[in-house]
């Protein structure tokens, strides 16, 4: 956790083991999932100094802070959060349950099952959190861009009945979050910004004509 101002943040580090391209997936999957009408924390990068004197923790997760030097990821920490229960999720106000569907669907999110759904409640709303889990990224990395956006398997909203029109994507909010993520995060995607960024555009346009 880190303090700015009055502001605190989750601080994901790039050292930790899901690495860089985790910290980008989940920089761009927040920022179109709260395009997209689901409520997910703020997301930007923070820059950790190369020389943190860090004094708690263990040997290990010192490690971690030692590879973390430059840019990691601040997600906006959330006060007096609990993990939502499944029977409370499925209770939520029906956009929040069409959005989440939508937006897991789009980015391909393999990490939010009915054991561990990553949302938190909190004043009698929910957030959803962490994204770095999704697919899609990796997918166009290798130049793949999906034709069709099934709920991944083993998700929490597996046969339940979402009501709602599906939320388009804009592809602009894919390309601005792109460009605002370091280098740091992408430099060990093979294929390249350029490439990538028309992926994400190719992306947004598959989804948006997927209805
Ligand atoms: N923005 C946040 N505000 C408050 N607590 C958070 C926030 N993000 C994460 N947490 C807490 O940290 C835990 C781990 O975060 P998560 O994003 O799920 O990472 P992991 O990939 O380790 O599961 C969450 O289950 C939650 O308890
Ligand atoms: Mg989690």
Redesign the pocket.
Known sequence: MKTIGESRWVMKLRGSGPGPLALATEFLALRAAAAMGLPVPEAQPLYLSPDFPWTIGTDEFDGIVQRSGGWNLGIAYIEDAATASLHDILGAAPHFLTSLFDVDRALGNM?RSAR?P?ILAHGGTFTA??FDACLFLRRLARGSVPATFPLPPGHLLEGTMVDGAPRDLDPQVLTEALREAPDQWTAAIPCGRDALEAGLVDLARAWNQRH
Do not use: A, V
Request: proline share 0%; charged share 40%.
């Open positions: 990490d561990n990553n959190i962490d």
